[in-house]
């Protein structure tokens, strides 16, 4: 609105409308499909969580370890140099809970997000996913956490072998 | 609020000043430019890279084109342009995830979605402007990671009043541009054919030409139709890629070494998306992408001006409209002289000497500096089996493929 117009003509469109056609719309369902070459550095990490281990990459040049691996440091730009591995216990950088599912319906359950930064990394390299075996209101930035795995039998080497990272 | 980390990126570099007489050679305001090609670098060229991922396939692209031109990117680059689709990557806002792997952390990047050609395009603008002494353009094609590549391409007609009629290979398109073309320009149908056999047949002395073949006109012609007149063995195939440019000013590219080879002109354009209005014989974008690059270039004989030239080739009739549109040929003449061995890698103007897409495969947004690699590589004498004698002017050129109507032309020296 402006100045010079301060309503605009028209009506709300109603739902029974829309049900009677009146308004033209196309609906198509687009499928597109993929199949991502994981490649080096995440096929490893990956491989290593059915295992029941967190690895990360370290730069001798910066000395950092990065988790989640990569084959490059973004900051020298160069390939990074050892495979290591870390720990599955970490520290709560920062959380939110979301009250709010991917249909924008309200969650009877809100889910628990959260950057964990891993012991054994560099500062500030961590893993986002989810906590659990606490409750809303005792989750605090700086918390101590630990990966809680599904069963040997159950990974099958995606990020998801962790269920979630509880306090300890 | 530009925040950046690194003082020079801040930098305005001072731009050289023109004379009067020199801006009034070029009365639509176009002033001549020279920007340097002083690196490239690629990976991949395979039918399937399973064994890196994108982003890996990028960073050894992008580390090659960086050693070649002798840069570091965290220094010395103040712009990085990335040319990507985010339906081809399967990702949203797909421009978020290029800096690591290109060096471009916490650098001014942004993603075009277009042809190669048009991101060296807008690293040139970028150069000219003053805020890049040194820009990088990186393009990439990871088709074997998207299992429905036709669903993608089908998306991409009109989603209200052209998508649902058909549920047919979109290629249905290059079919009645094929026909039309042959009707108005009374092309012969085989010459099309001529132009599969002459590309993969360059693509076999090309370590990139995934798909070479030494084949005969009645081998293409007879392989399977894909939506007639076009045959299967006349439509290039996706492959795996990635290809980095690094672009200097002139001044800095005199500094960075003495294989540059320069960009003197570039022009792009684009038709109207309703199919049913374009001309279908012939590529208006293309002749007035072509028609800018040359005046940028003052290029005013295109047919005896270059040396070799990289053209659309995505399908057999392609290279020949594509010719036509750029003088090289005149009106109706491409098949012909194809078909008489004038755009043999050994003719008088060696056409996709390279194998093209046709004989080297398909590169999605990538195609572009493909074709530009390809140039860059005979200007700088560096073609191997390929080595075009003494070329010292090429011609590139590109289109975004079905369903676009968008083409650009780059001028290339050395
Ligand atoms: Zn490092």
Redesign the pocket.
Known sequence: MSQKITSYQGREITPDEVKEGKYLDIVYKFEPKYSWAAGVAISRFLTELKDGKIVARK?Y??E?ILVPPRMY?E??Y?P?DEWVQVKDTGTVNTFSISHVGTDARRLKTPILVAVVDIDGASPGMGILHNLGEVERSKISVGMKVQAVWKGSEERQGAITDIRYFKPI | MWNATNSDAVTIFPRKSYSKQFIADFPDGFLPFQIGIVGVGYAGFDSMTPGLSTRELMFEAATRAYEDAGVDPRKDVQSFVCCTEDFWEGISITDEYMPDQLGAVLRPLCTISSDGIIGLATACMHIMSGIADVAVVESHSKISDVVNPDEIASFGYDPIYTHHHFDADPRFLAGMEMARYLKETGTKREYCAQVAVKNKKNALSNSRGVHGADIDKGIVMNSQIAASPLTELESSKGIDASIVFVLASAQKARKLGDQTVWIKGIGWSSDTPVVEDRDFARSEYVEQAAGRAYKMANVKSPASYFDLAEVDDTYSYKELQSLEAMKLASKGKAGKMVDTGSFDADGRLPVNASGGSLGVGHLLEATGLHRTLEAVMQLRGQAGRLQVPRAKKALVQSWRGIPTATGAVAVLGN
Do not use: A, D, E, G
Request: glycine share 0%; net charge positive; aromatic share 0%.
């Open positions: 730069c040049k910066c950092r440091c900051q020298c160069r990074t």
